[in-house]
């Protein structure tokens, strides 16, 4: 027997112009996009009235010090490069049980290769998984991607029911 999908929505996490969540969003699955930018925001509201996909829109800044999430709401959160370490908790709990984390962004080798070279936006070996060892890991992966070159981690993870 299958185990049931969570319910709610997903978030797309530090969006920027909102490319995965619109994808996402034509998959017909309920969306919300949030990042900081005004602009970025703009950019992904003209790009899903065009496209005639329903999204929500959050602009939100993750490093105030607060938690700007709600705790055991989405079915899943996205981020893709992006790092701000004192979110990890806000994220974990705020992802329903049952419930998705995809998360991409750049390692400590990434300056060998181009930006950012500020290591507080760079991981350290084992760091993104080690946040999440205690969920299912679906995906995990540290090396280097092609097309540009660039020093990333991934997981793909499951919060336990």
Avoid at 76 to 95: D, E, K, N, Q
Wanted: net charge neutral; proline share 7%.
């Amino acid at each position: 027997m299958k185990a049931q999908e969570p319910e709610g929505p997903i978030l797309d996490l530090a969006c920027g112009a909102g490319q995965n969540g619109l994808f996402l969003a034509g998959l017909n699955l309920p969306v919300i996009l949030a990042d900081q930018s005004r602009e970025a925001l703009e950019d992904a509201r003209r790009s899903a009235e065009a496209r005639g996909l329903q999204v929500q829109f959050r602009e939100i800044d993750l490093e105030t010090g607060e938690n700007p999430l709600q705790e055991d709401y989405y079915r899943a959160i996205m981020v893709f490069r992006y790092l701000h370490r004192p979110l990890m908790p806000s994220l974990r709990r705020a992802i329903r049980r049952g419930g998705i984390l995809i998360y991409e962004t750049f390692t400590i080798e990434q300056p060998r290769y181009g930006r950012p070279r500020n290591p507080d936006f760079l991981l350290r070996p084992g760091e993104l998984a080690g946040w999440f060892r205690d969920w299912e890991i679906i995906h995990s992966f540290e090396g280097l991607l092609e097309n540009p070159t660039r020093a990333m981690a991934q997981l793909v993870c499951r919060k336990p029911a």
